[in-house]
Structures are given as C-alpha cells and as structure tokens.
C-alpha cells in the first residue's frame, strides 16, 4: 500500500503507485493517477483528470488539476500532465486546460518550481526551467526547456518564451521572448543573450558565437524581423555547429505573429 497518512482523503478510484508518498489533510480525486517514488505533501489538493509522473515532489498547500479560471468552461474532462523530477513548492496553483486549446496543461520533466507559481490552463513548459517564486502564467502561455523565470515574472496570455531565455525579476511579458534572449522591465525588454546559462550547459565557444550573432541581428543592427531572420539563417553556412540553435531561433520566429511581436 501507498504511505498514506489516515488524515488523507484519496478517493478509491484514484490509481497511485505502492511507493507514493501522502501527508496529512491532503484530497485526492477520483481521476488522478500518480507514479512511483512521488511525494505529496500535507493539505495539498489534487484533483480533476491529473496524471502526475515519478519521483516528483510536492510540497504543502499546492492545488494541482483544479478547473481553469475562465468563464467559457463548461465541465468539459480536460486534463493536467505533470512529468518526472519535478520539485513543486509551496501554494503552486496548476489548473487542467481548457476546451479552446488542446484541452491539456503540461509541465514536463526535471522542472524547479517555487512557492506561489501560477500555470494558468493550457500552459505548456517543458523540461530543466526554473520558476522563481511567484512567477504567473496566464492561459496558453509556452515555455521552452532550460526558460529561467526571475520572480514575480508575469507572462500574458498565449506568449511563447523560447528556450535558454531568461527573465528578470518583476518582468512583464506582452510579447514573445525568443531562445536565448535574457529580458526585465515592465514591459520587459531585452538586455543581452544568457551567454552564462549556455556555457553552463556545454554549449562551445562557436555555438555561443552563433547566439552573439543572432542577437547582433535581433537588436543591434537596426534591421526589420525579416532582416534579422534573413540574417540569421545564414549563420547556419558559417557554423554548422550551431545548426540546431539557429533553426531552434528561425522556427520560434516564424511562429511569431505581429499582433504578438517579440520583446524589443
């Protein structure tokens, strides 16, 4: 049997791995699947279609798969994915998706998750990110792997922020924040590229040359987004090895529409 403590209420049609962890005063639904090694906390709440994968930790008073906040839900079985390894902290709100979207929130693997986030329905975030406290998602937000969120951080509805970026602390999102591109200020813009992320994670000294070039086009040439993305996708001939970061680059842009536009 799962290490469920008596104070906690699990529904029996929940399915949860033997090696689970429940602490006191936590409710558990009936659609909830948890897997092996997870931890939750004391007078956490997880309900709704939630599937929650393994060895992820969930810390005290977090409301995970809960309905979305939007008024056009109409008690459609919409879901909440939660992946591997991912420590969630403190008073986390995570709510299902909805039926204007793909019908899924989804957080991936190997995520840091601070006390008081907010992943609004529809959020999509993927792997290795770091949510500082209070960071706030609004409905439809992407996130790409390895994002950093400086706390308070607040993203608008349906903004993409792109892979290896980076936020300061207190910075509002009304646009799109590219691959790379560290921001602050409300409005956010940007201040530079996360040259220390990258070398961090074993990028080489030509990959992090092709990232410089791409910010030079980006923000210091004074070209037009389609200028920029011209240029960029010619650094692809004179770094191959940066290939995949300029393609990572060029599609993130090409998804850009210009109601959005990208943080200047």
């Known amino acids: 049997m799962s290490a469920i403590h008596p104070t906690a209420v699990v529904d029996p049609q929940a399915e949860l791995d033997s090696s689970v962890t429940v602490g006191p005063y936590t409710v558990i639904g009936p659609h909830v699947r948890i897997g092996a090694g997870?931890?939750?906390?004391?007078h956490c709440v997880i309900e709704g279609h939630t599937t929650i994968g393994r060895d992820n930790r969930i810390f005290q008073f977090s409301s995970l798969g809960?309905?979305?906040?939007?008024?056009?839900?109409?008690?459609?079985?919409c879901e909440l994915v939660i992946g591997?390894?991912?420590?969630?902290?403190?008073?986390?709100?995570f709510n299902i998706g909805s039926p204007g979207d793909i019908g899924?929130?989804?957080l991936g693997d190997d995520n840091w998750i601070m006390a008081y986030v907010h992943l609004a329905h529809d959020c999509q975030v993927g792997n290795h990110t770091i949510f500082a406290n209070n960071s706030q998602l609004a409905g439809h937000?992407?996130?790409?792997?390895?994002?950093?969120?400086?706390?308070?951080?607040?993203?608008?509805?349906?903004v993409r922020i792109g892979a290896h970026s980076m936020t300061a602390m207190c910075a509002l999102l009304f646009a799109d924040l590219p691959p790379f591109v560290m921001c602050q200020g409300q409005p956010a813009s940007a201040r530079s590229m996360n040259f220390e992320g990258l070398r961090r994670r074993g990028f080489t000294p030509e990959r992090i040359s092709a990232v410089k070039a791409m910010h030079k086009a980006l923000y210091r040439d004074d070209l037009t987004l389609e200028q920029a993305k011209l240029r960029i996708s010619e650094l692809s001939d004179d770094t191959p090895e940066a290939a995949v970061d300029v393609d990572m680059m060029l599609s993130f842009l090409e998804q850009t529409t210009p109601q959005r536009g990208i943080v200047r």
Not at 38 to 42: E, F, H, I, Y
């Open 141 to 158: 937000v992407h996130v790409g792997d390895w994002a950093i969120l400086g706390g308070f951080t607040v993203a608008h509805q349906f």
């Open 104 to 106: 899924v929130t989804r």
């Open 84 to 93: 591997d390894r991912n420590t969630i902290r403190e008073f986390c709100t």
């Open 66 to 77: 809960a309905i979305p906040q939007d008024k056009k839900y109409a008690g459609e079985p």
């Open 38 to 42: 997870t931890t939750v906390g004391p």
